[in-house]
């Protein structure tokens, strides 16, 4: 079964509100573009690794892990899991969709949104499987698909200005990509995306050795 990016009816209408209400008003790069990238890359996984997930459970993880990363950016996932929980006193129409939902579903929506920070170390011992499951999902589709010509684009567009860009460049590849690399700590994102990480791999080694 193919897990469609397209958006229903329902889901556009629930991106336009959050869109309006919260994502309008982040910082750049945490605008609603990028949750549509999330959302893409987190199908592309479903459908490539086969994951068996409730449709609306997924869709509402990534739509709401960023909402408050504009002005709250620090506690923004901890501001989110709380909407979460909390959304059945909004009596808005828009979140139907997840007041609806079983409470273990909520509690998976509620995991994801708290738990897609990179900067966080959860244990699997703390989740059910499921939930280990989605928290893994987002986490790595938020951080992206490890293609090594973007993230030295994104590189370059950080230290294109400075005086030594080309040295700060090596020295951040160095520090977090290679195979010691802190990106690499979380197991599970190397899991999901093996296959490019051993292209990424081999286009950094050469990079490093002609520059």
């Known amino acids: 079964m193919n897990f469609s990016p397209e958006l229903s009816n329902e889901e556009k209408k629930v991106r336009e509100c959050l869109d309006s ?3 309008s008003k982040n910082d750049k790069a945490h605008m609603i573009n990028h949750i549509d990238d999330v959302w893409r ?11 068996e997930v409730r449709r609306e459970v997924v869709f509402l993880g990534v739509y709401l892990h ?7 950016r620090k506690v923004h996932n901890v501001l989110a ?3 979460v929980m909390n959304a059945w006193r909004r009596d808005v129409e ?8 079983e409470e273990h579903e909520l509690q998976q929506v509620a995991e994801m949104v708290y738990w897609h920070r990179s900067s966080l170390h959860p244990e699997e011992d703390w989740f059910t499987e499921k939930e280990w499951e ?12 490890p293609i090594f010509k973007i993230w030295l684009e994104r590189a370059r567009k950080y230290h294109g200005d400075e005086k030594d860009a080309v040295e700060n460049m090596k020295k951040h590849f ?3 990509y290679v195979p010691e690399g802190y990106i690499w700590k ?19 080694k050469e990079w490093l050795k002609n520059n």
């Open 94 to 101: 828009y979140l139907n969709m997840l007041v609806t939902l």
């Open 41 to 51: 890359e987190t199908c592309e996984l479903i459908n490539e690794h086969k994951i």
């Open 66 to 72: 960023d909402i408050y990363s504009g002005p709250y």
């Open 174 to 176: 160095l520090e977090k």
């Open 186 to 204: 979380d197991e599970e994102y190397k899991k999901l995306y093996i296959n490019d990480y051993i292209t990424f791999q081999k286009d950094l």
């Open 134 to 145: 989605l928290i893994n999902l987002i986490r790595a589709a938020d951080k992206g698909r």
């Open 81 to 83: 899991k709380d909407f």
């Open 21 to 23: 209400e919260f994502y």
